[in-house]
């Protein structure tokens, strides 16, 4: 059995009131990747691994997803973009934080994981990495939509707390105010039985100068070991002060996957820190819980992909 899940972020109150205009382009984008991995996935073509790196590539590649191309922007109006990647099988990590000009930052994570030393670079050396890598550079203005500008002149003007403009567009009229909108991520199984997590992020508008959010920080926004992988989107705060995707495998070791993931997420809400996570185990069990409105999420697994924004899925 194979297994690829991938979500584009969780947030916002109150009922699920439909989709928006801007919601068919997101669908599109996961029921495209979750179509193509996940057949490679299960031709045995593809590994784990390398499925995650792909499938977060595809969404740093869609401008309505926070990260990568569309990335949201920090105080200063520029781009700064965190990921981080794990692999179940040997716990092999590699992140990346506050890069302004790798096309994928995911993939930059990967050649550090591959490396296997330093786990972790930040900034430009992240970047000179990534270069020397091969791994595509664009200009720093290439990742700034005009959505995006919009976004943070309102965050601006209004003098708004860091990320409250995120999704308000009239575009997009989900009328979002949480900070994990657009963050996405990536958990899959392969034939072998191994397991690996990848996520990336743009992080939140009007965000601090040097903030760092839980997606580049290895056990908070993204975990892999032996017997399961998770990625988690939310605010990211309070999934790095509960470990929140280490907490997951944690748990799992003495209750059910469902249940480990409600425990987390109960653990991160007194915090502020509602979300959402998706984590898949090496028995093929896959759980994409959220507490907010709605989390873009897709699942390919038995040769059928889902795709959900709601509180339901449809099969595609």
């Not at 988690?232 to 509960?242: D, H, K, L, N, S």
Request: charged share 20%; net charge negative.
């Amino acid at each position: 059995m194979v297994v690829l899940a991938v979500h584009g972020g969780a947030g916002g109150d109150g009922p699920w009131r439909g989709m928006t205009d801007a919601d068919p382009q997101r669908v599109a984008c996961m029921e495209a990747l979750l179509n193509d991995l996940g057949e490679r996935l299960q031709a045995g073509t593809l590994d784990a691994l390398e499925a995650v790196t792909l499938a977060v590539e595809a969404m740093e590649n869609e401008p309505l997803f926070n990260a990568g191309l569309g990335s949201v922007l920090d105080e200063n109006g520029h781009v700064g973009m965190d990921a981080s990647i794990m692999r179940g099988e040997d716990q092999a990590a590699g992140s990346v934080i506050g890069l302004t000009t790798t096309r994928h930052p995911v993939r930059a994570a990967q050649q550090l994981l591959k490396q296997g030393w330093p786990v972790m670079l930040a900034g430009r050396p992240g970047d000179e990495f990534a270069k020397k890598h091969e791994v595509e550079q664009m200009d720093s203005s290439w990742f700034e939509t005009d959505l995006r500008r919009a976004q943070w002149q309102k965050w601006k003007s209004q003098r708004l707390r860091p990320g409250a403009t995120d999704e308000e567009d009239a575009l997009l009229d989900h009328d979002g105010e949480e900070d994990g909108w657009g963050t996405v991520g990536a958990v899959a199984l392969d034939v072998h039985g191994r397991v690996a997590a990848a996520t990336s992020t743009g992080g939140m508008t009007g965000k601090p100068v040097g903030r760092v959010g839980d997606t580049p920080v290895i056990g908070a926004g993204t975990w892999a070991d032996p017997n399961i992988a998770v990625s988690c989107t939310g605010v990211g705060e309070a999934f790095i002060r509960t470990v929140a995707a280490h907490s997951v495998a944690v748990h799992h070791r003495n209750v059910g996957l469902e249940e480990a993931a409600r425990m987390v997420l109960e653990e991160v809400e007194p915090l502020g820190g509602r979300g959402g996570l998706i984590a898949v185990n090496v028995d093929g069990e896959v759980v994409m819980p959220f507490q907010t409105m709605l989390m873009y999420r897709g699942l390919y697994a038995d040769g059928v992909c889902k795709v959900g924004i709601g509180p339901d899925f449809v099969q595609s």
